[in-house]
């Protein structure tokens, strides 16, 4: 048996140790590109019309508050909106089955835009983060804490929400028409 402070342990593990400091210096640390389109902490790519990526449970929750989603969203931005529904989110509100159909009746208007997903599955929540990661130019509706607080970690995403019966919006400058509560 070999004894923990015999000269060939010792010598392994300090051989073993340098190794590993030349691999954590070999590593190149990639640091994300900072968008262009962001002035300070404000995004540049959005104005009129606002194109607004909603989510599952902003559909259902404005159903509870008796909101039409568009007048509404128009109401709270003082501008023209494009609604847009991802196929994740309409995947979702199908397999909630018929207690949620009239969400799904209400997102098949033809006011509302649908974009084309490629990658597998139906969550939808990562569907939007990648979404609005790739492209900047989206307001992103939702009343979920977990999708706030992620898509809060994202510069330059405002986030439309339902407070006191109403659509209220964070992260948008008051130059862009956004109200002040």
Known sequence: ???????????????????????????????????????????????????????????????????????????????????????????ELEKMGRSHRLALRLVQDERFERLTCSHRGTYADDCLVERVKQHKCYIVATCDKDLKRRIRKIPGVPIMYIRNHRYSIERLPEAYGAPAL
């Open 1 to 91: 048996m070999l004894s923990p402070n015999d000269n060939r342990l010792i010598k392994k593990r300090k051989e073993n140790e340098e190794k590993e400091k030349v691999k954590k210096k070999e590593e190149i640390q990639e640091i994300e590109p900072v968008s262009s389109a962001l002035y300070f902490k404000h995004n540049t790519q959005l104005g009129p019309p606002y194109h607004i990526l909603i989510d599952t449970n902003f559909v259902n929750f404005s159903i509870q508050n008796k909101l039409e989603i568009v007048s509404s969203m128009m109401d709270c931005l003082y501008a023209k909106c494009v609604p847009i529904i991802t196929d994740c989110v309409m995947g």
